[in-house]
Antibody, heavy 123, light 111 residues
């Protein structure tokens, strides 16, 4: 059974940083692309970043490009999202997800999701 | 504002069928057969219900089906059950960004 467990969220001041983590189990981690999707309070879903299984390519939404950095440690089955220069509009639940396809410069199909970690940006 | 347009809410009685629409453009829904649907119960994580317009992941009930016509994709739930009450989001591959874009979500109420 695929399991994804996020951690690292919290309350941070505008301009601050956090490092989100996602521990994975139940599948061969290095074989799959992984992604981060966020959901602002009472709002819809936004896919913000993805990384291929070999970490040879990363993808970002325009809204976070230059401020967020996705990475992974395949030896520890762990996905990361470094979030810097945080703004109030980054307040959201951040979900880690296993990606079904990432190739040719695009990613699609979020097959399995974690329960999320809350990030709140406020002074 | 979401790239894909969904109705804010739909409702139906147990046993009935409902359809949720997802309208995009010729650069996303209309151009590619890469539409997915996700179910999210209150306080829970999203769950993939349909991918590539019509395909169901293993374990998803065959009461859920997807289709597409032109720039509009649809999710149909037949034999509505109380447990189907949730938010539903569509998503699509688009030529303008590397990551799938989502609709604004539709709240399904089972009367």
């Amino acid at each position: 059974e695929v399991q994804l467990l996020e951690s690292g969220g919290g309350l941070v001041q505008p301009g601050g940083s956090l490092r989100l983590s996602c521990g994975a189990s139940g599948f061969i981690f290095s074989d799959y692309a992984m992604g981060w999707v966020r959901q602002a309070p009472g709002k819809g879903l936004e896919w913000v970043s993805a990384i291929r299984g070999s970490a040879d390519k990363t993808f970002y939404a325009d809204s976070v490009k230059g401020r967020f950095t996705i990475s992974r440690d395949n030896s520890k089955n762990t996905l990361f999202l470094q979030v810097d220069s945080l703004r109030a509009e980054d307040t959201a639940v951040y979900y880690c997800a296993k990606v079904g396809y990432c190739g040719g410069g695009t990613c699609r199909r979020l097959e399995n999701w974690g329960q999320g970690t809350q990030v709140t940006v406020s002074s | 504002q979401s790239v894909l347009t969904q109705p804010a809410s739909v409702s139906g009685s147990p046993g009935q069928s409902i359809t949720i629409s997802c309208t995009g453009t010729s650069t996303d829904v209309g151009r590619y057969n890469y539409v997915s649907w996700y179910q999210q119960h209150p306080g829970g994580a999203p769950k993939l219900m349909i991918y590539d317009v019509t395909n169901r992941p293993s374990g998803v009930s065959n009461r859920f089906s997807g289709s597409k016509s032109g720039n509009t994709a649809s999710l149909t739930i037949s034999g509505l059950q109380a447990e189907d009450e949730a938010d539903y989001y569509c998503s699509s591959y688009t030529s303008s960004t590397p990551l799938e874009v989502f609709g604004g979500g539709t709240k399904l109420t089972v009367l």
